[in-house]
C-alpha cells in the first residue's frame, strides 16, 4: 500500500526534529518545513493527507495557512492538526475547528497520544481516498452510462420493471426514460408471449452468473419494430440490461437470407434447365447415334458407309459440346473431381494423334507428336480429364490451322522431390491472335472475335473448360500468340512415377457379336419410338424377349400381369415418370426384379433420385451397346436387387 504523505510545520527547527523523531515509521512520508509559504508549495505539488501545523508562526500564523488550505478545492481534503502550547481554552479551540481544522496536539507532545492521533488521522485519510476514488469512477460510469449509444437500464429480476434507465432510450425507441421508470420492460416488446427476455425472465436462468445475450423486436418510433439486442447481467439482486440496435444487422442478414435464397432458386432452376436440356437432346441424339449404329451393322456401299461415318462423326460431335456444358456447370458447383490414376502419357499423346488424324488429313495439315526422351514411361494422373484437355487443344488448332502442322509436345522439365515436372503444348500454325482478343480466350461461352465464330463455329467452351480442369490438377493454362503466326498453348504438371502400366484400349465389339442371354423376359418402358426401335433391335439381337410399353403407367399395368427377369425403364414418360413406376413395383406390388435405369440427364440428383426410388443401376443415353449389355449382364447375374453405382 502506497505510504501516507504527512506535512509537518513549525517555525522552530527543534519542534521539528522532534516530531519526526517521535514519527519515525515506515507507513508514512513527511515532508517539514518552517516556513508557511514553502508548505503551500508542498501540499500544492504532493498529494498530502494530514498536515501538523503549529499554530504561532511570524508572517502567517497556523489559522491562516489552514484558511487558505481549506478555501482551495485541490487541498481542501487535507486533514489539518494544530499543534500549540497555548490553551486548551473553548474559544480557542472552537476557533482553530472553524478554519478546518480537526483536532488538535497539546505541547509537550506525549508520543503514545501523538501515534495513536496519527494512525486513526491514516486511517481516515485513506477512507475519504477510497471514497473520493469510487466517487470519481462512479461519476466515470455515470457519463458512459448517460452518453452510451445503446440503451443501459437496470431492471427488478421478479417483475421486469424498469428501475433506471438512460436518455437513449428516447432516441432509440423514442419514449422519455422518466415515463419509463416502474413499466415493466415487457411491454415495450412487439410480441411478449415469444420474447426471449420473456424466457430469461420466468426460467431465471440468469441466476448462473454468466452474460446472458438474446435478441427481440421492441416498438420504435411511430410503433416500428426495432430489433435489439439484450446483454443481460445479474448483480446485487438487479438485473443489468445493456440494449444495442441491430436494426441494420437483422436486414443485412435478411438480405444474406434473401440473396441465399434467391442463390438456391437460381441453382435449383439452372438444374432443371439442364436437366431439360440434356433429356430434350440427349434423347433424340441417343436415337442418331443409335440408327448409325444399326446402319453400320447392315452391308452397304462405300459411299453408304462414307455418309454413316458423317453421321456418327456429328453425333458425336454433338455429344462433346453437351457434355462440355455440363462439365462446366459441374465445375463452378464443385461436383467435379480429378481422379489420379496409372497413365502411360506415351500411348495417351498417340491414341490422341490417332483420333485426330482424319481431321488433319480433311484440311492435309501435318499432324505430330514429340515426346521427350526423359519421360517416365508411367505417371499418375487423370489420364480421361488430361485426354480431354489435350483433344481439345489440339482440335482448336486445327480448327484455326488451314496450312502447316499441329503439334503436341511433352517435354521433361526437370525432376524434384515432388516429382516429374512435365510440360504439355500444343504448337500450331494457324491464324493465331492479336494482344486484344488473348485478354478474353479463355472466357465463357467466348471466342476470339465475332467473325472467328462465324467463320470457324464453334461455342467457345472448349478453352473454358480446358482452363478449369488444368487448374483443379494445380496448374495454369497458358498462351503465347502472334497474329496470323500461329498460337501456343501449354501447361506444366507435376507428376509422380505410377507403380503399374495401364493396358492398351479394348476394340470396339459391334452389338451383333455380343454374347446372347439365352431368351430372358424383359420389360422396356421407352416413350420414344426411335429409343424404343433400338432398344429391341438391340435386345433381340442378344436373345431377350422384350415388351415394349410407352409410360409407366403401362409398365406397372403390365408387371401386373407377368413376371420378367429384368426391367429397362426410362426416367421421364407422360402419365407416370420412372420414378413413380420403379417406387409403385417395389412397395405396392413387392417386385424385387432388377430394374435399370434409363436416363437422358447425367446430373448426380437424378442419379440418386432413381436409386432412391428403388431402382439397380442406372444407364444415361446416348448410350454404346456394348455399355447396355454391360449393365444387363451385371443386373441378370444379381439373384438379390442391390444398388450399384453408375458407371
Known sequence: MENTKILLLDDREENLISLKAILNRDDIEIYATTSPNEALRIVWENEIAVALVDVQMPGMDGFEFAETLFSNPKTREILIVFVTAISKETTYAVRGLKTGAIDYLYKPLDPYITNAKVDSLIKLARSQREIREKNKLLENYATIVLNSPDIIATVEPDTGSILSINPSVETILGISAASLIRTSVLDLLVDPLKSSLREVLVKRSFVG????????????????????????????????????????RKAHELALIDAQTQAEKARKTKESFLANMSHEIRTPLNGIIGLGNLLAATE????????????????????????????????????????????????????????????????????????????????????????????????????????GNVTLKMEHLAETPAGHRIRFAVEDTGIGMSDEHLANIFSEYGQASENTSHQYGGTGLGLTISQKLVRLMGSELEVNSRFHQGSQFFFTLILQDANEKTGDAKPVVSFQNLPSFDGKKVLVA??????????????????????????????????????????????????????????????????????????????????????????????????????????????????????????
Open 209 to 248: 452468473g454468466e452474460t446472458i445475450v438474446v435478441e427481440d423486436q421492441f416498438y420504435g418510433r411511430l410503433r416500428q419494430p426495432v430489433w435489439l439486442e439484450l446483454r443481460i447481467m445479474y448483480k446485487n439482486r438487479l438485473l443489468f440490461v445493456n440494449l444495442h440496435d441491430v436494426e441494420k
Open 526 to 647: 421407352e416413350d420414344n419410338p426411335i429409343n424404343a426401335l433400338l432398344l429391341k433391335k438391340y435386345l433381340k439381337a442378344w436373345q431377350l424377349d422384350a415388351v415394349i410399353v410407352g409410360n409407366g403407367k403401362e409398365a406397372v399395368d403390365q408387371l401386373r400381369e407377368e413376371l420378367f427377369d429384368l426391367i429397362i425403364m426410362d426416367t421421364r414418360m407422360p402419365e407416370m415418370d420412372g420414378f413413380q413406376a420403379a417406387r409403385m413395383a417395389r412397395e405396392e406390388l413387392r417386385i424385387t426384379t432388377p430394374i435399370l435405369s434409363l436416363s437422358a440427364t447425367v446430373l448426380p440428383e437424378e442419379v440418386a433420385q432413381a436409386l432412391e426410388a428403388g431402382m439397380n443401376d442406372t444407364l444415361s443415353k446416348p448410350f454404346e451397346p456394348e455399355k447396355l449389355h454391360q449393365k444387363i449382364d451385371l443386373l441378370l447375374s444379381t439373384i438379390a436387387p442391390a444398388n450399384v453405382s453408375q458407371v
Open 300 to 403: 452397304l456401299t462405300d459411299g453408304q458407309n462414307e455418309l454413316v461415318n458423317m453421321l456418327r462423326q456429328s453425333s458425336g460431335s454433338l455429344l462433346n459440346i453437351l457434355n462440355d456444358i455440363l462439365d462446366i456447370s459441374k465445375i463452378d458447383e464443385g461436383k467435379f473431381s480429378i481422379i489420379p490414376t496409372s497413365t502411360d502419357l506415351r500411348l495417351l499423346g498417340k491414341q490422341i494423334i490417332d483420333l485426330m488424324q482424319f481431321k488433319a488429313d480433311e484440311k492435309k495439315l501435318e499432324l505430330r507428336l514429340e515426346t521427350g526422351d526423359k519421360i517416365p514411361e508411367c505417371v499418375t494422373v487423370d489420364g480421361m480429364r488430361l485426354n480431354q484437355i489435350l483433344l481439345n487443344l489440339i482440335g482448336n488448332a486445327l480448327k484455326f490451322t488451314e496450312t
